[in-house]
């Protein structure tokens, strides 16, 4: 198993769009971060509001997953490109699998590359995109204590969760055209799943509305989810779709 995770990491890290992946995991958020912190620095300079409001950072960091998202795409999708004809129109997966002692195992070592480099990312991008802030704000950044060390733990499960939704999706649509649209999309400003909170209650325990729970209160939201509640739901939800995936990998042809 350590050698065919080995491999999957070696394989993914050769895919250009993997880096241009780990660029936008480490830089979307801080720059979001960025701009932010510039507006609340005005409104206080201006005497408009009196202080930064403490969601700043973590409101930002769910919008990071971007990165990880077309991480966990592009692991499965590359499998599935089909190359050209001079190249005999073969594709990734053949060889693979062939070199795989079985599918599942395949699979296992997509999960763990997928799983670990998003949760190194996010480890990385936190402590950049709060630097960031305090750097800006300077005496009326929020200052980050042990009582929010379960907030970051939360945003690292989140990116990590998010990245493992991905890659399930894609093994099961074998495109990265469909995962990458929707769920880009819907880690965007206005969401789809915070608008179907406006409609149903139920939106709630969509897998990003009850991550998110984990790090950040949507207020208007009203989520009957607490954090761990939160968390405890997208588990489910990751392990179910990772299950479903890895039955239909295992059982269909390539």
């Not at 609340?40 to 973590?58: D, N, P, R, W, Y």
């Not at 709060?130 to 300077?138: A, P």
């Not at 042990?146 to 939360?154: E, H, S, T, Y």
């Amino acid at each position: 198993m350590r050698k065919a995770i080995s491999a999957e990491a070696s394989k993914l890290m050769s895919l250009p769009a993997a880096w241009l992946a780990v660029a936008l995991a480490l830089l979307v958020a801080p720059a979001i971060a960025a701009l932010r912190a510039f507006q609340e620095l005005s409104e206080i300079t201006k005497g408009t509001q009196a202080v930064v409001q403490f969601a700043i950072g973590f409101e930002e960091l769910a919008f990071g997953v971007t990165g990880v998202i077309i991480l966990g795409v592009i692991a499965i999708s590359s499998e599935y490109y089909t190359e050209s004809e001079e190249s005999g129109n073969g594709r990734q997966m053949v060889t693979s699998l062939l070199a795989a002692p079985s599918r599942f195992q395949f699979f296992v070592s997509k999960a763990v590359v997928v799983a670990s480099s998003s949760a190194i990312l996010a480890i990385l991008t936190i402590p950049v995109t709060m630097g960031v802030i305090r750097l800006i704000l300077g005496e009326y950044a929020p200052v980050i204590g042990v009582a929010d060390v379960p907030r970051l733990m939360g945003v690292v499960l989140y990116w990590t969760f998010t990245a493992l939704l991905a890659l399930g999706i894609t093994f099961l649509t074998r495109h990265a055209a469909l995962p990458l649209a929707f769920l880009i999309l819907n880690t965007s400003v206005m969401t789809v799943s915070y608008l179907l909170t406006r409609i149903t209650r139920w939106a709630n325990y969509l897998p990003d509305m009850a991550g998110i729970r984990m790090f950040h209160e949507i207020d208007d939201a009203g989520s009957p989810l607490s954090p761990l509640g939160g968390g405890l739901v997208m588990t489910v939800w990751v392990l179910s779709i990772l299950s479903v995936a890895a039955f239909s990998f295992c059982r269909r042809d390539v």
